[in-house]
């Protein structure tokens, strides 16, 4: 009914129009979900963004596995020149350094004997306390940044092998 002095809608008109209308946006919304044309199009649209990150961390995870794999091969070649007898640690840093496959741009590898007597440094061309050698360590400590565009790790190894 309307009101004789506005020409308004009453109030209950007014609510029974706005429950219809809501009564035929749930019915539409009802037929759209109960259809199935689109429907792996969108889920497939929600779902590929996730399945490339995955695949994108993936490979960048592998890239870093790899690199160390790399990186301790290099640090081992050095270790295994110092064991084989070799005193040049420069030369030792060189074979370690040509042995780094796919290296870093910033690669750097550094080897050093260490000596010590009793667990504490000691001089290596001296005696210790005790009246023994003192025990011969080569320390290689290979450094460098590994993986891909979207993913880095800056990496330090170090190996140590006692060599006398």
């Given amino acids: ?3 004789a002095q506005t020409g308004q809608k009453s109030l209950t008109q007014r609510s029974k129009v706005l429950c219809r209308a809501k009564r035929t946006a749930l019915h539409q919304t009802a037929i759209a979900l109960k259809s199935k044309s689109g429907l792996a199009a969108i889920e497939f649209a929600l ?9 994108i961390g993936i490979s960048q995870v592998s890239e ?22 070799g005193i040049d640690m ?10 780094w ?5 910033n690669a750097t590898l550094d080897s050093s004997i260490i000596c010590t007597c009793q667990g504490a440094t000691a001089v290596c061309m001296q005696t210790c306390s005790d009246g023994t050698a003192p ?10 940044t590994l993986g891909g565009a979207a993913y880095t790790e800056n990496k330090v190894l ?3 092998a006692r060599i006398q």
């Fill in 101 to 105: 496959q796919d290296k870093p741009a």
């Fill in 1 to 3: 009914m309307r009101n």
């Fill in 64 to 85: 870093i596995v790899v690199g160390s794999a790399h990186m301790q091969s290099a640090a081992r070649a050095s270790i295994q020149y110092a064991l084989n007898g």
């Fill in 47 to 55: 779902i590929a963004p996730l399945l490339a990150a995955i695949v």
């Fill in 158 to 160: 170090t190996e140590k």
């Fill in 135 to 144: 025990y011969k360590y080569v320390s290689v400590t290979a450094t460098g």
């Fill in 90 to 99: 420069t030369t030792a840093n060189n074979v370690g350094l040509a042995a």
